[in-house]
């Protein structure tokens, strides 16, 4: 499991006073009000702790203060990278839900014990997030994240058990 998971990017800045505007990769824009530290990481992989001073919101996007930028200029150093919490300071998730970092990677296999491919990707569409299971012949199976489809995820086994509805794997 990873140790930070990603809450937004910054996608540019915001006035003159080092805000900048963040756009956000979690579920729940509320969830940046009650920050109180980020790390941002550059497309180098150099990570920069950032305390969050302010807090306001600007249509789909979060505009953060941070305390260690004071301009304009300073705060367009930061226009690109991700921004991460650690799992202490990240939203509590319930009953069956995970985060997407935690799912990548896993082994994805029918309720008979048959590999079907590792889970590569999630895909969120509104309705119901839809599992997207890298084939071994380099195919691509998508598993929508319903009762009926996916009947258990074991992150300590890292498998996912999936029932496979009728013409699935004909997609």
């Given amino acids: ?21 963040v756009y956000p990769t979690t579920d729940s824009l509320e969830r940046f ?19 969050v001073e302010g807090v306001k919101f600007f249509k ?22 991700d921004l991460m919490v650690s799992r202490e300071n990240a939203q509590p998730l319930a009953e069956n839900e ?28 509104g309705a119901n997030d839809v599992y997207v299971v890298k084939r071994p012949d380099g195919r691509e199976l998508l598993l929508p994240v319903i009762n009926s489809c996916i009947l258990d995820v074991d992150l300590e086994k890292g498998l996912v058990k999936a029932h496979l509805m009728e013409g699935l794997l004909d997609l």
């Avoid at 590999?115 to 895909?123: H, K, Q, R, T, W």
């Fill in 1 to 21: 499991m990873e140790q930070y998971l990603r809450v937004g990017v910054i996608a540019s800045t915001h006035g003159v006073h080092g805000e900048v505007k």
């Fill in 33 to 51: 009000r009650d920050l109180k530290e980020v790390v941002a990481v550059t497309a180098r992989n150099e990570k920069k702790l950032l305390l």
């Fill in 60 to 81: 789909q996007f979060a505009i953060l203060k941070f305390r260690e930028v004071a301009t304009m200029d300073e705060a367009q150093k930061y226009k690109g990278c």
């Fill in 98 to 125: 995970y985060y997407i970092g935690d799912l990548l990677g896993l082994t994805v296999e029918t309720e008979e014990g048959e590999s079907l491919g590792i889970l590569a990707d999630v895909l969120q569409t």
